[in-house]
């Protein structure tokens, strides 16, 4: 199980410790300068959600903001924008959201390879690192996409959900029986992709599959 281990680099801990030495206290959201400790300002008190039950292969659904405005472009920001460091408060921000989140072990949605060499980085690997720090449980790569699927944007809603079936699977040796585990993603859109996953995760043996997200569509 060691195989699928995650770790943060140490460029990764350089990055977080540059975000908090100089940005200890502005708004997630709005970056605005802040008096307290708190995430966010009072202007952006994102709308946020309880905890689902998601039909079908996914348990829980922990996903605290809705994905909008301000939200949509922290997003932006970390997936696109370089701001990687952003990993680091959108964790804390969903674990004060959700403070009761357990499981045995963290699962990133996997990127297909050739999107990772695009994109450089899987933007829910790091946010399953930073979960990891506060949720003290391990990160395991166990996941990997079988096929390229087209981009869920650019279909309809019917389309998406074939877009995606067993498009996902588990990696030789990956080992989930009897495991209750947490998928990480940055956004929960349709559901498609997190059930496509847990589907995968459930046929080798897993015994709960919940799923963790910064924001939901
Ligand atoms: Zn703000």
Not at 56 to 82: D, N, Q
Not at 170 to 182: N, Q, S
Not at 198 to 205: F, S, V
């Amino acid at each position: 199980m060691t195989n699928f281990l995650l770790t943060k680099s140490r460029a990764g801990r350089f990055a977080n410790l540059l975000y908090t030495t100089i940005y200890p206290s502005k708004c997630l959201f709005c970056r605005r300068v802040l008096d307290g400790a708190e995430l966010y300002c009072s202007n952006c008190q994102a709308t946020t959600a309880d905890m689902e039950h998601y039909t079908e292969h996914v348990g829980w659904l922990y996903a605290p903001f809705a994905y909008e405005s301000e939200v949509a472009g922290v997003v932006h920001r970390f997936k696109y924008g370089g701001a990687r460091a952003l990993a680091k408060p959108m964790a804390q921000a969903i674990c004060t959201h959700f403070p009761d989140i357990y499981g045995d072990f963290l699962v990133p949605v996997p990127l297909h390879p050739n999107r990772l060499r695009q994109r450089g980085f899987n933007q829910a690997a790091h946010l399953a690192m930073e979960l990891s720090e506060i949720l003290n449980l391990p990160v395991f790569d166990g996941l990997e996409r079988l096929r390229e699927t087209a981009k869920q944007f650019d279909l309809a809603r019917e389309q998406r959900m074939t877009n995606l079936a067993g498009a996902m699977g588990i990696k030789t040796g990956f080992d989930v029986a009897e495991k209750h585990i947490l998928l990480v993603d940055d956004i929960f859109t349709t559901g498609a992709t997190a059930n496509d996953c847990a589907r995968a995760l459930l046929e080798a043996g897993a015994k709960q599959v919940d799923m963790i997200a910064f924001a939901r569509a």
